[in-house]
């Protein structure tokens, strides 16, 4: 595999941009190599600049849930880009996605689109603390919910990858607002809301916990988190910017039955274009400007372009069956995926909920941030880099998620076994 103008490239970029990345885990430093600079992308696969084709299960890091490059979002995009690419002002487009996104997401009467995932949780956030008067923002081990001051408190995959615990320039005085807690951990959260009810604002939490790696939530830890809000006057944010469109039509909440006050929804709702948002309950919405005395805006939200491709993809993944089949194919890969791993010599598991997983190097099962990080990320480095050569792209961190979209067939799949099984095998000599 030749990468000589992914590594000019690379090159170029270190003079001109911090680590030669916009995103820092895209640096790849810590699975041992330099990035692959991306050409186009269609379906499944993606080609670098050099002319190497890779199945992803990158996915743009979820949002790509139809797969590259589908046509309805295309034409969608290309039509929208006709009429001009930016207004400043509102359009048709945005009042039809938030109807839609609405009516497809349980707990969702009125929504606010912003430009992020780090947007629509910083404002759920803002909301959640002008409307209860006060401070406190309890957030969970491991759980990543965008680069925002408070949040960088024990958070999740960039800090984690990076071996950073926290980040230089967040003032002690944001930071001792923001409690982290054991995710899964039941006592340590009654405990913990119970001491502090007049002084908490809000709880925000991965529904399921995508940014540790795929950790998949007790049902009950998710069922006393609701009660324990909803008692103490504790707004439950539901940060479904992974989860979101992604495990049911209406997210996480959906597949769990259990709604949150407020919701934030990340790119996939701009069928993989720059898009966040964050909605909820109509009473508590009602308090964001100009309705309310609550600020928050943002010249570029609801641009036509994210809001006529998420129009699209959402009436892809409406269509009947259209989450049975990939819940059916997902399920397929993961068993075959879990049957190298039990064969194999090598400490290893697989954690994954509908068509999202990950595979972590580790003896012992995963469900929290603490067992997270017993992973070998050295193991996980080799083994990324066997798959890169054999022309599989996963995540470059064990701390992230591989996900399935509906354009992976059966072909690329079975290319991936192959390739996994090869790894392996290297990994127990």
Same mark, same amino acid.
């Given at each position: ?9 690379? $090159? ?44 992803? +299960? ?19 995009? !290309? ?7 930016? +207004? ?17 997401? #349980? ?5 606010? +689109? ?11 956030? @803002?909301?959640? $603390? ?9 957030? &969970?081990?491991?759980? *990543? ?25 967040? #003032?002690?005085?944001?930071?001792? !607002?923001?409690?982290?807690?054991? *995710?899964? !951990? ?39 988190? $609701? ?18 469109? @992604? ?12 709604? #949150? ?12 274009? #720059? ?5 909820? /309950? ?40 259209? *989450? ?18 039990? /064969? ?24 929290? &941030? ?32 591989? +996900?399935?979209?509906?354009?992976? !067939? /059966? ?17 127990? @000599?």
């Amino acid at each position: 595999m030749k990468i000589e103008r992914s590594e000019d490239f690379f $090159r170029r970029a270190k003079n001109v941009i911090p680590g030669g990345v916009n995103s820092p885990v895209r640096a790849c430093k810590s699975v041992g190599c330099d990035p692959v600079f991306v050409q186009s992308a269609e379906g499944c696969m993606i080609t670098d600049v050099d002319g190497n084709s890779y199945v992803d +299960f990158v996915g743009s890091w979820g949002p790509m849930i139809l797969g590259h490059a589908h046509p309805d979002v295309l034409e969608a995009v !290309n039509q929208a880009a006709c009429q001009g690419t930016s +207004f400043g002002a509102p359009t048709p487009l945005e009042v039809e996605l938030a109807e839609l996104v609405c009516d497809s997401v #349980p707990s969702l009467e009125k929504i606010r +689109f912003v430009n992020s995932g780090t947007e629509a949780t910083m404002s759920a956030v @803002r909301l959640a $603390r002008g409307c209860t008067g006060r401070d406190m923002v309890v957030k &969970f081990d491991g759980c *990543y919910h965008g680069h925002a001051d408070s949040f960088l408190v024990k958070a999740g995959s960039g800090l984690l990858t990076l071996g950073i615990p926290g980040s230089p320039g967040v #003032p002690d005085d944001i930071v001792k !607002n923001t409690i982290s807690l054991p *995710y899964n !951990n039941i006592e340590e959260l009654e405990k913990t809301l119970r001491s502090r009810p007049d002084d908490i604002a809000c709880v925000i939490v991965e529904p399921v916990a995508g940014n540790m790696g795929v950790v998949v939530p007790d049902i009950q830890f998710l069922q006393a988190l $609701r009660a324990l809000t909803e008692e103490l006057g504790i707004v439950l944010i539901f940060d479904e910017v992974i989860t979101g469109f @992604r495990l049911a039509l209406g997210g996480a909440q959906e597949r769990f039955g259990i709604m #949150p006050d407020l919701t934030c929804l990340g790119k996939i709702i701009g069928g993989g274009l #720059p898009v966040g948002a964050y909605g909820g /309950r109509a009473e508590l919405m009602d308090q964001v400007a100009p309705d309310g005395p609550v600020y928050q805006a943002g010249t570029l939200s609801g641009n036509p372009l994210a809001m006529a491709a998420g129009l699209a993809m959402l009436k892809v993944v409406r269509q009947p069956d259209f *989450y049975r089949k990939l819940e059916e194919i997902s399920d397929w890969f993961a068993g075959e995926l879990a049957g190298i791993v039990d /064969r194999s010599a090598i400490p290893a598991v697989l954690n994954r909920i509908g068509s999202m997983m990950t595979c972590f190097f580790v003896d012992g099962p995963v469900y929290d &941030f603490t067992t997270a990080v017993k992973s070998d990320t050295e193991r996980y480095g080799f083994h990324f880099r066997q798959m890169l050569e054999g022309g599989v792209w996963l995540a470059p961190s064990q701390f992230e998620a591989m +996900f399935i979209s509906a354009a992976h !067939n /059966r072909s690329c799949m079975e290319k991936t076994l192959a390739m996994t099984e090869s790894s392996f095998k290297k990994l127990s @000599r």
